[in-house]
């Protein structure tokens, strides 16, 4: 970064001088032309150039001419035709590579009256361009020709080239040395200043990248540093917060594992020990309790099964491999299927079941089969904790973008500190108080959550002791125009 500035401060240096120096030249040059605009015309009207016939006086010319050149020698002086050919000059040593010179620039600065800045052609150096002075010579309204004076001759160049070249030399590389070394060392500190804070923050992310997950960098300005040190810590705390999310995760999954193999071994050991019993007693058991053990044995199975199926469904929704079919169906024709097919169950408990239509024949939008599972698993809780004589009412409102579901019981309810988990696997509130443990898995709320969830819609759930216990859901009602039915 040193190396880069001084880089820079050496272009910028040379930029300067040069473009300087170049302006400076241009300045001295105008103020040439300007100071010098009578030299032509009084050439002019001092010497007669030219004589009567047109031609040009020698010697009239050569004598001011170098009188002139003798006064200032900076001066080369040439008398030119009207078309530009170069008729006589005085100039030293006699080398000129031209023989014409372009009007154009001459009438210009005529018709300007020499109030111009402006450069004509260099009878030696051709191609080159230089300031002048010049006046036109006349004789009864016709041009016979032009004083043309070129204000900075060749000799006067190289003088003042070397002196140039000299004095720039000195106070160009005295100021340019100067001026680097004062810049230089500014830039240091500058430079200095924002490594230190680079520095603090390289320090920060090497400790956090080192496992220090609660480094942080101290913001104390308002620049684009604070602002990377304030992004670097609020990627640092989402780290953080997903170490911890994960933390949670895998004690979540090692719970779910110890509490899996709890679950299965307990039927397991029951099937294991009346099927063994039935091997050991062969014979010698009466067809009563052969029938009941059979029966114990198949009930686990059931158990089992149940516990399988549902543990698959919860971790398939859980990894979001089940993506919900969304499209249009009749809920409360639902409802009634629903209600339909539990009617035997209920009655066997001696309960009491019916549906409760409070819509109009909308359509929702939502996965048929989830939906049916979310309804399944709360009807099932209903029956399993309703005592008997009571009732279960699934009732269907609408409001005006959606229907809403309630699967209400008159049950034990659930006590109000156990509704938080009530939804989290496993949890059975029968383990507690209250009702009795009915070989549930704890799974079927935890997957009326899931499913809801990636619906997009939450169960809502109210609850009184000893009174019952209410489940709803809304679900969006299709934009779909409902045929009538
Ligand atoms: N309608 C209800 N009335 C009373 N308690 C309920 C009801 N529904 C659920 N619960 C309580 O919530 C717990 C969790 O329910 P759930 O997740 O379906 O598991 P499971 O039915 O296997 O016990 C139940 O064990 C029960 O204690
Ligand atoms: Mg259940």
């Known amino acids: 970064m040193s190396a880069i500035l001084l880089l820079l401060l050496v272009f910028l240096g040379l930029a300067y001088v040069v473009i300087t120096a170049y302006s400076a030249n241009l300045y001295f040059q105008e103020t040439n032309q300007r100071l010098s605009k009578e030299i032509a015309p009084h050439i002019v009207t001092e ?13 009239n010319v050569h004598e001011i001419m170098v009188r002139m050149m003798t006064i200032n020698p900076s001066l080369e002086i ?72 070129i204000l900075a001759s060749e000799e006067y160049e190289s003088v003042a080239n070397m002196l140039y070249n000299n004095y720039m030399l000195k106070v160009g590389s005295q100021a340019f040395l100067f001026t680097l070394v004062a810049t230089f060392i500014l830039g240091l500190i500058f430079l200095w200043f924002i490594t230190r804070n680079l520095n603090n923050i390289i320090q920060t992310v090497k400790r956090f990248k080192q496992g220090d997950l609660q480094a942080r960098i101290p913001v104390k300005s308002k620049d684009e540093l604070a602002q990377l040190s304030i992004t ?18 895998g004690n979540l999954r090692r719970e779910l594992v110890a509490n899996v193999s709890h679950d299965l071994r307990t039927p397991i050991s029951v099937i294991h020990g009346y099927i063994e019993t039935l091997i050991i007693k062969e014979g010698n058991i009466t067809e009563e309790n052969r029938k009941k053990y059979l029966d114990i044995v198949l009930e686990s199975t059931d158990k089992l099964k ?14 979001r491999q089940i993506k919900p079919n969304i499209e249009p169906f009749f809920i409360a024709e639902m409802v009634q299927d629903i209600v339909q097919k539990y009617q035997l169950l209920a009655e066997e408990k001696k309960i009491k079941i019916k549906s409760e239509i409070l819509a109009d024949n909308s359509l929702v939008y939502a996965d048929i089969a989830l939906i049916e599972r979310v309804l399944q698993n ?39 500190n156990q509704i938080p988990f009530i939804f ?29 969830e990636i619906h997009n819609t939450t169960i809502h759930l109210s609850s009184k002791l000893n009174e019952g216990t209410s489940f709803s859901f809304s679900l969006p009602k299709s934009p779909v125009p409902v045929e009538t039915v």
Not at 306 to 319: Q, Y
Not at 428 to 451: Q, R
């Open 47 to 59: 010497v007669s150039p030219f004589l009567q016939d047109g031609n040009v006086s020698e010697d």
């Open 378 to 416: 709360l009807i099932d809780n209903a029956l399993k904790f309703t005592p008997e004589e009571g009732e279960i009412v699934i009732a269907v409102h609408q409001t005006e973008t959606n229907l809403e579901v309630r699967v209400k019981d008159t049950g034990p309810g659930i006590p109000e």
């Open 306 to 319: 149940n516990l399988v199926t549902e543990l698959f469904e919860l971790s398939k929704l859980e990894a």
């Open 232 to 249: 670097f810590n609020d990627m640092a705390a989402t780290i953080l917060k997903q170490i911890e999310d994960l933390k949670t995760m």
């Open 424 to 452: 989290d696997r496993y949890h059975k509130v029968s383990d507690e108080v209250v009702t009795p443990n009915k070989n549930g898995t704890g799974l079927g709320l935890a997957i009326v959550k899931k499913i809801l």
């Open 78 to 149: 040439y008398i030119l035709s009207s078309e530009g050919k170069i008729l006589d000059y005085v100039a030293p040593y006699k080398k000129i590579k031209l023989n014409f010179v372009s009007t154009k620039p001459i009438k210009e600065y005529l018709e300007n009256e020499g109030n111009i800045f402006i450069s004509g052609d260099d009878p030696r150096n051709p191609g080159k361009t230089k300031v002048f002075s010049a006046a036109e010579v006349n004789q009864d309204g016709k041009t016979l020709g032009y004083v043309y004076v």
